[in-house]
């Protein structure tokens, strides 16, 4: 059902789990269908110096979740707000149709912890 | 790697006495059993083997069996079939909300169409209360279709109850054994059935054969018109090969019925209760004793079922899940939802349904690898811990 | 006592690859093709190249081939399908008087339902006039349905012809292909068809087994509701292993057809000409040069078609007839008799088609034995001779 990729993501999620003082959050999803993704990110001199994440959902959402995480890292803000869902998908060598919600999981928790940095700043 | 296959209600491998004879028939029984020639009669001969077969594992008679194109269809042919044939007597169905979506999809699409149905709610286990049944008989109802055995969670239904309060007002009953034959008994008389699904791929048996049994006398409208095979309610060239398969399949089903479930019933208790043990916020979906022999099902907090499907299945162990993420409509199991339970638990619901080929070696190799994985994904969930729901 | 196997529309034996294949497929490949682990998703490969062999088959898209239980139900799941799922196009159905059962059964009790049936005549070779097609078309006109080689007498129709009407006026065309599939060139786009059926077990596959091609937009409602398999258009648990050697057989179809039906057409010709030279009184049924390559029909004047078959038998021959007698519902072919044929030479008609075990020296066999058969229920027959009709 999966690419390589994807499982090699799901199977070694890199950067899971959260940061104690992230400089942002953003969580997007609802239990009613299942998905749920956290990102945390650590921004210092306008890059993403750290992001992390954590998920409650398919094969797919953990391996976005962790793609992204992987695509944020070291990012300007800029670039960073430039991800979207299909750079997620793209990045891993494509998700079955029906999966490709999950990526847009991933970028919009991201871009909601950009946000709330922005906020907090 | 160790393999472990624990999805025997998805489906079932051939049994190999099963593969040996339809090795043979490939060979040896081509003729089309409707042929007057004697390579057609022959392959009749077969066919009517098989049919004595299946109806002696249900208690029915050879002229009361219908060889479909699985429990799908058979399923469909029962509802649609009863429902169309007997317009006169009615135009009101009832069901309940666990039902196989061979069952409820099929009433929903005939609702669309006019006719009026009430589906029953369901106790927390999956049950349901023939109480409920007799208030929801209206006048116009025509048909009451109940399973015996839930593909999900396992649960056993009252259905002879059920049949009794159908019987006394001439109402036409319906029920799905695909889960229970072979594993507890069915016989159409014990039931109280009118008309009966059974599938061959769920007892050992090749896919995309099944059966109907109608009682006689019951008027069924076919799906499927033609040539007018098996007496007309199921046209179309018998699936000999198949039909030769579910046949021996059948009669291995009757002989090692009791054997083979006290064996399996066993080992299912075992995961049962070293799941539980080991594996805190477990819990086990359906009743606790009218429950299938070989099913157990458990709600893991925290976690989604098709990651932990897929991590599983890397070692070696095959299960389901009745996640939204893994449907192909992505919406969570109904079984559970109608038995109350939280869409969130429904999520992380892991059933393993076990089966000939299982071992005490399985279980216990199920139980070391289980718990890590399930720990594992809490880890990475947003759910659980300090963020408790 | 030599074999011969003269009845491959009936049905045909599987080939040895085919059985290769399938008896692989029976160990191996087990999963249900719905599962999500690599054992589901292993099966569903298997199923997805059998997709893709029929799809290149008849120049479908692999998205456009929806598996059935057999040419009948595929028959059934076009022609109800389209009406139910079109019913705001209209309620006017157009079909032949030659149809096979499947197709015309299936419109009939359309009838009884209340849609409008067009059944067309044809002329003595059974062939249908496309002008006749087009003066039947009605504003409420839904579907047209006419097959591309009759099963009887083995008449190809003008089906171009009929599809181009069709697709002017905006109709769903729907042709049944199951016996000129594998025979002469079947290509969906050639052919115009928005439907067309195909039957695994003419071709060499299993029983049980068919396929719907639906071309993309086509809308079509489901006969069986459940699972949602084959894109919600058929549920039900795929019958792998039928589907498995379906693909095979359509692959070696595909591969061989020039070469086998040349061969099998030669002996054929030699066949017809050998009857009709040795056997007085004896007719060619269906189009002389419009039909299949395989197909060799003929009525006997003054013998009775089950009498006949079962001499044949006795002499190691299988054929098939359209003798009433020798029909469940004791009525003569309606095939012959919508062709003008009395109903006397309907009882004394006999259908050879050849296939891929038939030799030179079976056609000779049959020469041998035939004409002393035929004479020999002549004499019986207080029919011909002084008492001559
Ligand atoms: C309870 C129940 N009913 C019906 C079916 C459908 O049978 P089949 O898979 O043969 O179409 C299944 C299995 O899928 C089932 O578990
Ligand atoms: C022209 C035609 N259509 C449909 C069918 C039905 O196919 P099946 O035997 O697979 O049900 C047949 C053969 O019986 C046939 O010859
Ligand atoms: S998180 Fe539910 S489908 Fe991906
Ligand atoms: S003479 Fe016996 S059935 Fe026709």
Redesign the pocket.
Known sequence: MYNPTVMDHFENPRNVGEIADADGMGEVGNLSCGDILRVYIKVKDNILEDVKYKTFGCGAAIASGSMLTELAKGKTVEEALAITNNTVADALGGLPPKKKHCSNLAADALHKALEDWQTKK | MKKVYMDHSATTPLHPEVIDLMKFAMEHVYG?PSSLYSLGQEAKKYVDEARQKVADLIGAGFDEIYFTGGGTESDNLAIQGAVYGNEKKGNHIITSAVEHPAVLDCCRNLEKKGYELTILPVDQYGMVDPEEVNKAIKKNTVLISVMHGNNENGTIQPVQEISKIAKKQGIFFHTDCVQTVGKIPVHVDDLGADLLTISSHKIYGPKGVGLLYKRKGVRVQPLIY??GQERRIR???ENTLGIIGFGKAAEIAARDLETENRRVKVLRDKLIKGVLEKIPQSYLNGHKEKRLPHNAHFSFAYVEGESLLLSLDMKGIAVSTGSACSSTSLQASHVLIACGQSQELVHGSIRFTLGRDNTEEDVDYVLSVLPGVVERFRSFSPLGGENAL
């Open positions: 089309n033609g040539g046209s179309g060239t």
